[in-house]
């Protein structure tokens, strides 16, 4: 509004819409964004959080790789474990978790890379077992010395 002469001027962007359009928009994209993100990144598969330990012989194994493979196929959740054994399985970057139902654990070595894509030491398998995984939060600890 401009006082001196009491009219109302609208802001217009470079594309020839006021500038209240470009916020409307800007907050319609994030609650679509939420929305999506929500439901599991749109894959319609629903994820639930999984961690745990990695030992041998009770021994925590540190630097191993461990995947979430679903059953019914599908994009697998990956963690790797630290120092004392521990993981935390993601689904990408971003978003924590595995896929609900059945999933073939294994667990492995190397399959590190070099900061210029090329692998260091191919990966080899150590362990593997068939799993549930329920929705809500799962712990799930594995001893590589079990049959």
Not at 2 to 7: D, K, M, P, V
Not at 129 to 145: H, P
Request: hydrophobic share 35%; proline share 4%; with cysteine.
């Amino acid at each position: 509004m401009n006082l001196e002469s009491g009219t109302t001027s609208v802001v217009r962007t470079n594309i020839g819409r006021p500038a209240t359009c470009r916020v409307r928009f800007g907050a319609t994209a994030a609650i679509v964004a939420a929305l999506v993100g929500a439901v599991g990144c749109g894959d319609g598969k629903r994820l639930a959080t999984v961690e745990g330990t990695v030992t041998k012989g009770g021994v925590p194994q540190k630097g191993l790789w461990v995947r979430y493979a679903p059953a019914a196929g599908g994009r697998p959740g990956n963690g790797r474990t630290d120092d004392k054994g521990r993981y935390e399985i993601r689904y990408t970057s971003k978003v924590k978790g595995a896929h609900v139902g059945a999933n073939k654990v294994t667990i492995g070595t190397g399959g590190e890379i070099d900061d210029r894509g090329n692998e260091l030491n191919a990966p080899k398998e150590l362990f593997a077992k068939d799993v549930q995984v329920v929705g809500g939060a799962n712990v799930l600890d594995f001893d590589l010395a079990d049959p």
